[in-house]
């Protein structure tokens, strides 16, 4: 080529991609070398290079110190080119070459330049799209500074595949590979396999076939190696892993966020003298924890039930989703709704999540998903009168924070304050549950000294309960609005709250001090007691005396019906009897006796199942046609929840319906009465005349659902021939010869099975959507003539709510 570039002389060559070349460069009219990458393009577009120059003018807009400059866009012979600064040094991908991985003393300096730079752009509107290695240089003075802010990745692919996909596969959020929709948490997605790179040496995800890294990339959690988080801190394990979420509502919001997370991390605040006693508790904890996973379990439920996104359609289908990965939390939230209090609520015969969410709000299932996960893990443990005394006063300030909160900012705000003021005293039920000992002394501490108990706390552990609480909360990644909650208020009057994320907390904080006047009094003394929380809280929560000894009485009844459901005994509990003191009737507080392991007990709704792998259950018919298939051995369970299904169906069309929610239902009872991997619905997109994905049940089964993608022109497979004839149709064996070349390659690419159902949904025999369902291994499948009866009638009440829906 020639050896001017515009006017600049070239000296030498740098490196080169695909569609591009970098040159070392001399401007002879400043006088300075300068980097200069050239774009050739297959097919020149003036249009398109009028839009690219004029994004690169935008983008040499940007002057921060961790961001290489552009100096100069311009266009020749058809041809872009970018001058860049020339920064002295090396990428970081040969930088990492050569050191392997760093440890976090120094990579997360890198990381905190490289977020710097990325959270300015963003500031200006700009999302850079191809954040990776090589677009990090590593000056002389160990600086990083970040390149090449998209222009040229959008520029490559546009004159490749039209301007589909832009950037590096390896380093691309799953929503934009399976959506192409970016955004600047797309962003976070490629800084969080940054950091990853930074702290493990390689790759997440290597290796040359683009397509199966893309499809990991959209189907499988990415996380850091065994070896590698074993000689990491938990908190920044975490902080990795919120980064490279999945879904992009569930990692941080900005650039600007995660670099706060990070330096947080690396200079943590110093709080006064205790700091050293504070962060050796907090790190004895986290190392106890490892060993002891019931409550980083439990924080990982909690914490995905907590970030659900609220848009409508989603959320449901992901709550009902996390709800029903755990068979056992799935029968007793459906226990909790059917049992006398919520039936009065509007509730009552409901058998599936989905449609417990359509009658009792999304806010009120989460809440109970919340209060039994947290029950079941105070389970079974050496101190377990103790923790129940605990969760019975979480459960108590929850349901109280509700009716205060619902009466002073509205019905939508209480589920919220629920949260917040179950989890104001985490810090306490941390400590109970892992220093019972401990615990023990700061009760006696308490007795002795007649002092605060944050103040205890810190005497015996180094650090309050409350300081303890949000710590392990941060690290859990609970949403800020729970930490925040977990903040004591100063003592006297307390200010009127300056917004929803105050008023929680004043919520949490006042529920919480009412259930220590019932926990901790005397009844003689407890009317003094509520005076003074009446006085203290009611400027800020417009409550009085009355108004909260109402509070308590209508929160009593609650906790006393919740504990008969689960079959909880409160009078075999310290606390339990002190809300009996407090003048509530022995009939109302007293449940049933329990069971001789004082667990759940039993429901009155059918305990199923999953359906066991039928491996030794052979189809009596290779056709993929059900004709004659074999029954299960569980064909009651199945049948009792099928039946259950048809009846939440059914009461849901003669309401005023969502078609979503009535479809929502269908698939759910089919998930769950079938034991099927996973349960997918499609939809009929008229103007594209294709089949698409839109929501589903089982593991990544929204993921899944958006692969799902074909037109509806007449091809010779298994889908088409459902979908054309109207025809119910069963792959026992996708491999089988005579079936295997009736299986479309969308599909083996979309998901691994073996066999599937396919159930198509006809109007005027034209379909307009299909239910699809399936299990791993070839025939796991097996469905009797009366639940393929059963299951008919599920997808004609679907058909029944489309034709009504209009």
């Known amino acids: 080529m020639s050896r001017k570039v515009g006017r600049f002389e070239i000296i030498r060559e740098l490196g080169r991609g695909a569609q591009s070349v970098v040159y070392l460069a001399r401007d002879p009219h400043l006088q300075r070398q300068v980097a200069i990458k050239t774009l050739h393009f297959a097919r020149p577009d003036a249009q398109q290079n009028s839009q690219l120059l004029a994004e690169a003018r935008m983008v040499s807009q940007l002057r921060h110190p961790n961001i290489v400059p552009i100096f100069e866009a311009a266009e020749e012979q058809g041809d872009l080119y970018l001058v860049f600064q020339l920064v002295p040094g090396r990428n970081l991908a040969e930088h990492l070459q050569t050191t392997g991985a760093l440890p976090p003393a120094r990579a997360l300096p890198i990381m905190l330049a490289i977020l710097d730079a990325v959270a300015h752009a963003h500031a200006a509107g700009i999302i850079h799209r191809d954040l990776k290695p090589s677009n990090i240089l590593i000056d002389d003075d160990a600086v990083a500074r970040v390149m090449d802010f998209g222009i040229a990745a959008r520029a490559e692919a546009r004159s490749t595949d039209g301007g589909q996909l832009t950037g590096t596969p390896a380093y691309m959020a799953p929503e934009y590979i399976a959506e192409r929709r970016s955004s600047e948490r797309s962003d976070i997605f490629a800084a969080g396999l940054v950091l990853y790179e930074l702290l493990v040496g390689r790759r997440a995800l290597a290796g040359s076939d683009v397509q199966q890294v893309m499809r990991r990339l959209i189907s499988e959690d990415i996380r850091l190696p065994a070896e590698t988080i074993g000689l990491l801190d938990e908190r920044l394990v975490h902080l990795v892993h919120r980064a490279l979420e999945r879904d992009p509502a569930n990692r941080y919001e900005s650039a600007a966020q995660m670099r706060e997370a990070l330096d947080e991390h690396l200079h943590p605040s110093p709080l006064g003298e205790a700091n050293d006693a504070r962060q050796s508790t907090i790190d004895f904890l986290l190392r106890r924890m490892r060993h002891k996973s019931d409550f980083p379990a439990l924080s990982e439920s909690v914490s995905a ?43 009552g015969n409901i058998s599936t999540v989905s449609r417990a969410v359509v009658v009792l709000g999304l806010d009120a299932v989460r809440s109970m998903a919340i209060t039994v996960l947290l029950l079941e893990h105070l389970q079974n443990k050496e101190n377990a009168d103790q923790l129940k005394d605990e969760f019975l006063r979480a459960n108590l300030a929850g349901v109280l924070a509700r009716d205060i909160g619902s009466r002073v900012a509205g019905r939508s705000e209480g589920e919220e304050a629920f949260i917040c003021a179950m989890f104001h005293n985490l810090g306490r039920l941390l400590s109970q549950y892992y220093f019972p000992e401990e615990s023990a002394e700061i009760r006696r501490v308490l007795l002795q000294r007649n002092c605060a108990e944050d103040a205890a706390a810190q005497q015996v552990l180094g650090i309050s309960f409350a300081d303890l609480g949000m710590a392990i909360a941060q690290t859990w990644g609970f949403p800020r609005q729970i930490v925040n909650s977990m903040r004591r ?99 109302s507080l007293v449940a049933p006796p329990p069971p001789a392991d004082d667990g759940l007990g039993d429901s009155a709704l059918p305990e199923l199942a999953a359906v066991p792998a039928a491996a030794d259950q052979a189809p009596e018919a290779a056709d993929a046609v059900f004709a004659g298939i074999a029954g299960s051995n569980d064909g009651g369970a199945r049948t009792a929840t099928l039946l259950a299904g048809i009846q939440d169906v059914s009461n849901a069309l003669v309401s005023d319906f969502r078609l979503n929610d009535v479809l929502r239902i269908t698939l759910e009872t089919m998930y769950r009465a079938m034991g099927f991997r996973r349960v997918i619905l499609c939809v009929r997109d008229q103007r594209s005349n294709s089949m698409l994905g839109r929501f589903g049940f089982g593991p990544d089964a929204l993921e899944v659902a958006k692969r799902f993608r074909f037109s ?95």
């Open 712 to 806: 509806l022109v007449f091809s010779p497979d298994i889908f088409h021939a459902a979908l054309v004839n109207g025809v119910d149709i069963l792959i026992s064996d996708t491999n089988d010869p005579k079936i295997a070349a009736r299986i479309p390659d969308w599909f083996r690419k979309a998901v691994v099975a073996e066999t599937f159902v396919v159930l198509p949904l006809c109007i005027k025999r034209s379909p307009v959507a299909m239910i699809y369902a399936d299990r791993a291994r070839a025939g796991e499948i097996v469905i009797s003539g009366d639940d393929l009866s059963l299951l008919r009638t599920l997808r004609n009440q679907a058909v029944l709510a489309i034709k009504q829906s209009g």
């Open 489 to 587: 208020l100063p003592a006297g009057s307390v200010r009127r709250p300056l917004g929803s994320e105050d008023r929680f907390r004043v919520l949490a904080a006042l529920s919480n001090e009412l259930c220590g006047v019932i926990a901790e009094n005397p009844s003689e003394q407890q009317p003094k007691e509520l005076r003074r929380i009446a006085g203290r809280f009611g400027e800020a929560i417009a409550v009085d005396e009355q108004d909260l000894r109402q509070a308590v009485d209508r929160s009593l009844e609650q906790v006393a019906e919740f504990a008969r459901s689960i079959r909880l005994n409160l009078q075999q509990t310290r606390v339990g009897r002190q809300l009996k003191a407090w003048g509530a009737s022995q009939a």
């Open 305 to 347: 039930i907590n970030r659900i996104a609220t848009a409508e359609n989603q959320s449901v289908s992901q709550l009902a989703n996390t709800i029903l990965k755990d068979f056992s939390l799935t029968n007793k939230i459906l226990r909790m709704v059917n049992s006398a209090y919520y039936q009065q609520a509007g509730g």
